[in-house]
């Protein structure tokens, strides 16, 4: 009898390993003009911190020279600093804000 063979084009279904989209840090700066309470302002408008945790990253930056807002897909991090660096400059303030990679 003759045998069947079995030949067979189906892929065997590999895993494909996709790694997460690397992630971003945004920065903001200290500067000697822009006022404390605009910056706790522009951290719960643009990073819907509470006021109390939006209170404490100001005073890293105050202190330290830079706090960290939040970490962000870059697509998202990128909208964030050019928001507030519109909305700043909208009201005459020199405040900076950057992203970095983490």
């Known amino acids: 009898m003759p045998s ?3 030949g067979s084009t189906l892929a065997k279904a590999s895993a494909a390993k996709t790694k997460p989209p690397p ?3 945004v920065v903001m700066y200290n500067d000697d003009y822009t006022p404390m309470e ?4 522009v951290l719960q408008t643009f990073f819907a911190l509470p ?4 209170t404490q990253v100001m ?3 105050h202190t ?4 960290v807002c939040g ?8 909208t964030k600093v050019e928001q507030v660096v519109a909305y700043s400059r909208q009201h005459q303030h020199p405040l ?5 990679e983490t």
């Not at 605009?38 to 302002?41: H, M, Q, T």
């Not at 330290?64 to 706090?67: F, K």
């Not at 900076?96 to 970095?100: F, I, L, P, Y």
């Open 51 to 54: 006021r109390e945790a939006a």
């Open 64 to 67: 330290e020279g830079r706090g």
């Open 59 to 61: 005073l890293k930056v």
């Open 4 to 6: 069947k063979s079995s």
């Open 71 to 78: 970490v962000y897909p870059r697509d998202v991090a990128s």
């Open 96 to 100: 900076q804000c950057a992203m970095e």
């Open 38 to 41: 605009f910056v706790v302002e």
């Open 23 to 25: 992630l971003f840090q």
